[in-house]
Every structure is written in structure tokens, then in C-alpha cells.
């Protein structure tokens, strides 16, 4: 669900980089010195960004590939419960205690 979220929210984070960057050269235009370290991470922005886009769109892999296992696996798991509840009624039904004589 989460990442659904983030799927759905990306596209407008990704607007809000133009104007972030019209905030900055406003910034500089004045003179208005900025911290090396904010400076820094304005500049690795566009590849911060696009390491998170591709991290989202592995985890969606991943997740389906984990939903695709812990589907087959408890359809697997259905599966013998039906045997065995099967095989046991089957024999219950064969050898159960049926006789009018039991008190």
C-alpha cells in the first residue's frame, strides 16, 4: 500500500523540483550564501531522485514476486489440508465407531 502511495505521489514530488530550483537561483542572484552541504545535495538531486525511482520500481518487483510465493505456497498448503482432511474422513468414515452396541 505504501508504495502504492509513493507510486501515485511521485510524479508530483518530481513537479516540485523545478520550483525548489527556481528558489535557489533566486537565492544566488542575491548573493545569499548557502551551506555547502545544502549546495551539495541540490546539485545530487536529479541522481538522489532517480536512484529512489528505481529503488520503488525494484521494490514493486519484489513485492509481486513475494505475493506470486505466498500465493502458491498457501494454495500448495490448501491443497494437502484437502488430502489429508480427506484421507482422515475416509478412513473415519471406514472404521469409525458406528456399532449400536457402544455405551
Request: charged residues 20%; glycine residues 6%; hydrophobic residues 35%.
Amino acid at each position: 500500500e505504501r508504495h502504492d502511495t509513493a507510486l501515485a505521489g511521485k510524479e508530483a514530488l518530481q513537479a516540485s523540483f523545478g520550483p525548489l530550483q527556481d528558489h535557489f537561483s533566486l537565492l544566488e542572484q542575491y548573493d545569499i550564501e548557502l551551506d555547502t552541504s545544502v549546495s551539495q545535495s541540490l546539485t545530487n538531486l536529479p541522481s538522489s531522485w532517480q536512484a529512489f525511482c528505481n529503488a520503488l520500481e525494484q521494490a514493486v518487483g519484489i513485492l509481486d514476486e513475494a505475493k506470486s510465493k505466498c500465493k502458491a505456497g498457501l494454495l500448495s498448503s490448501m491443497e494437502d489440508l484437502t488430502k489429508t482432511v480427506s484421507t482422515l474422513r475416509s478412513g473415519f468414515l471406514e472404521q469409525g465407531p458406528f456399532s449400536a452396541s457402544l455405551k
